[in-house]
């Protein structure tokens, strides 16, 4: 009787892998939740003085890897506003930005996905989930809101730039991407977070300013790294600015899934 009941407590385990279903599979994540392509600006003059930076830049990008997405054309803008304080505590900085980005994305699966039917690994099952909810063949409009609030501190011993900094990512997402999303979430086709939400980072860099305090601009070159919340791995990416003297910057952001080039203009007072 006692080995009966262990068979059967057996084979009810034995299912679980298969019950489980998308959970093995990638996440569909909300665009927002990818961090936001904002790239850290330095003082633009080596000084102890009080700085109020107020930025503005537009993007665009390439999609070299992501799961579920075929083809995407996007456009986004920023702004954001760092202030920096003066005498003993210039070194400490708060910025806060906020970006908005749009486009169209096309639906792909995996080859990697789990086939609940078929115990393997096959994208049959998700081709016919998918078009149960919609057509992997027709372009669906996003568009993505993100907000990041951050605070750090940032040295300039001789002409080296250091810092580092933590913070806050929100973001909302609209359109039809998402609503397809939502409703393969519904049909158990995929897992994913959810539309909003809030995300912890933290960055780090090392610049250079080039030429006599810094005549020339500076150089600076970024490591972010959004930290891992619920459906969200840990992401990391790789930043390099230049920034110049009259506020003109630009710069590329590389990450596993995109490569996003940027390009704007700052104002201080």
């Given at each position: 009787?006692k080995k009966l009941s262990i068979l059967k407590f057996l ?16 996440p569909l994540l909300a665009l927002g939740s990818y961090p ?205 600015g230049y920034f110049h003297p009259t506020g003109w910057h ?20």
């Amino acid at each position: 009787m006692k080995k009966l009941s262990i068979l059967k407590f057996l084979g009810l385990l034995i299912p679980i892998p298969f019950l489980l279903g998308c959970s093995q599979n990638p996440p569909l994540l909300a665009l927002g939740s990818y961090p936001i392509p904002i790239l850290h600006e330095p003082r633009i003059n080596k000084s102890d003085a009080e700085e109020r930076t107020i930025s503005a830049n537009i993007y665009s990008g390439t999609l070299t890897s992501l799961d579920y997405i075929d083809e995407m054309t996007s456009g986004a803008a920023s702004a954001h506003f760092t202030y920096r304080p003066s005498g003993d505590f210039s070194w400490l900085f708060v910025s806060l930005a906020a970006s908005g980005s749009f486009g169209s994305i096309k639906l792909t699966c995996p080859a990697n996905y789990y086939d609940d039917y078929y115990h393997d690994y096959t994208p049959s099952g998700c081709i016919a989930a998918f078009e149960a909810v919609s057509s992997l063949n027709r372009s669906y409009s996003f568009a993505s809101i993100q907000e990041l609030a951050r605070v750090g501190i940032e040295a300039n011993p001789a002409f080296f730039i250091l810092g580092i900094s933590a913070g806050a990512h929100l973001y909302q997402d609209f359109g039809q991407f998402e609503a397809v999303r939502n409703s393969l979430k519904k049909e158990d086709a995929v897992s994913g977070n959810n539309f909003r939400g809030f995300l912890p980072e933290a960055r780090i860099w090392f610049g250079l300013r080039l030429g006599p305090s810094g005549k020339y601009g500076s150089l600076n070159s970024e490591t972010l790294l959004q930290l891992k919340t619920g459906y969200i791995q840990n992401i990391v990416r790789l930043s390099l600015g230049y920034f110049h003297p009259t506020g003109w910057h630009g710069g590329a952001i590389s990450a596993s899934e995109t490569l996003i080039f940027s390009a704007g203009k700052s104002f201080s007072f």
